[in-house]
């Protein structure tokens, strides 16, 4: 599938702010399955300082300085992107848990796409026995890693409530689970949590769903704005394996990636320091329009 992605980021101040440094991730990269034929980031009002680099995980960073007062802030993301998403393995066919447990600790890889980046506590995901004890449920002994990871994910999307009143960005995986309602950033790092507990790597992406589904498939939750979902490896031959417990199904043509990372704060779309003494409104408003559609 070819897309048009807009995504329009507004920040109100209630003062000026006279100064902010900002971090954002908020351009998409090639990565296996995905080509971005052309992207740009427009902001306003202009930065007095623009510097565009990557990170350790390949995702895009834009680090923006304003040394002036401002009262508003406008990012605007303008891409097309092809994506290509490979069939997912079949999960039965892939290897017991236990197996891609022992492998993952004993990977001597350190690079972006290794599994050992993946398997500690993060800033924002600690080790949890209470859900640990639950995502165990989909992992028997022998289970294929796919297939109870799939399982996990279908049980996450039965078992949680999507509401964005909820909870908030800064929101703990132990809350969520205790609540069992959030939004996508939640089921993410819920998942995350109790993956990383029993020993199997998972990583948190960021990106886009495709905001108009084909005609007789359903609406995606989260398509208006940037989503998350989970990365799984499932071993070097099968590699990893996006899962979305949101929705319930494989990361596939709908799912547009943006940014990968241990946590939310490695795939954050906007970080940094603003100094100001008022509150601020934010909103986002997300466009993924199949070309030709």
Same mark, same amino acid.
């Given at each position: 599938?070819? %897309?048009?992605i807009?995504?329009?980021?507004? %920040? !109100?101040y209630?003062?000026?702010v $006279? ?8 351009l998409?990269?090639?990565?296996p ?9 427009s ?5 007095t ?8 995980? *390949? ?39 236990e197996?891609?447990r ?22 924002l ?18 289970r294929?890693i ?18 964005p !009143? ?21 089921f993410?790092?819920?998942m995350?949590? *109790? ?7 998972a990583?948190?992406v !960021?990106?886009?769903?495709r905001?108009?589904?084909? $005609?007789g498939r359903?609406r ?10 989970v ?7 099968? *590699?990893?394996?996006?899962?979305? $417990? ?13 940014a990968?990372?241990?946590? %939310? !704060? ?18 986002v ?9």
């Amino acid at each position: 599938m070819l %897309y048009d992605i807009r995504q329009v980021t507004e %920040y !109100s101040y209630a003062s000026p702010v $006279p100064f902010a440094r900002q971090v954002l991730r908020l351009l998409p990269v090639d990565r296996p399955g995905q080509r971005v034929v052309a992207c740009e980031l427009s902001i306003r009002p202009q930065p007095t300082e623009r510097h565009d680099t990557r990170d350790f995980f *390949g995702n895009w960073l834009t680090t923006v300085a304003f040394s002036f007062p401002h009262s508003e802030l406008r990012l605007e993301t303008r891409a097309r992107v092809l994506v290509e998403a490979a069939e997912a393995p079949l999960p039965m066919l892939t290897p017991p848990f236990e197996l891609i447990r022992r492998n993952a600790v004993a990977e001597s890889d350190l690079g972006p796409q290794s599994p050992v980046h993946f398997l500690f506590p993060s800033r924002l995901v600690a080790l949890d026995e209470v859900i640990a004890a639950y995502v165990r449920k989909s992992f028997p002994a022998g289970r294929p890693i796919l297939d109870g990871a799939f399982d996990l994910t279908k049980r996450i999307k039965a078992d949680f409530k999507y509401d964005p !009143s909820a909870t908030d960005v800064t929101t703990l995986p132990a809350v969520a689970f205790a609540q069992k309602a959030g939004v996508c950033q939640d089921f993410a790092h819920v998942m995350i949590a *109790g993956l990383r507990t029993i020993g199997l790597p998972a990583a948190y992406v !960021s990106g886009f769903l495709r905001t108009e589904p084909p $005609p007789g498939r359903p609406r995606l939750e989260g398509a208006d704005a940037t989503h998350a979902w989970v990365a799984v490896w499932c071993g070097r031959e099968t *590699g990893w394996v996006g899962l979305d $417990p949101t929705n319930g199904v494989f990361a596939a043509e709908d799912h547009v990636v943006l940014a990968v990372g241990r946590d %939310y !704060s490695d795939a954050a779309p906007a970080d940094g320091v603003i100094v100001t003494s008022g509150d601020h409104t934010l909103d986002v408003a997300v466009d993924v329009v199949p070309v030709g559609a």
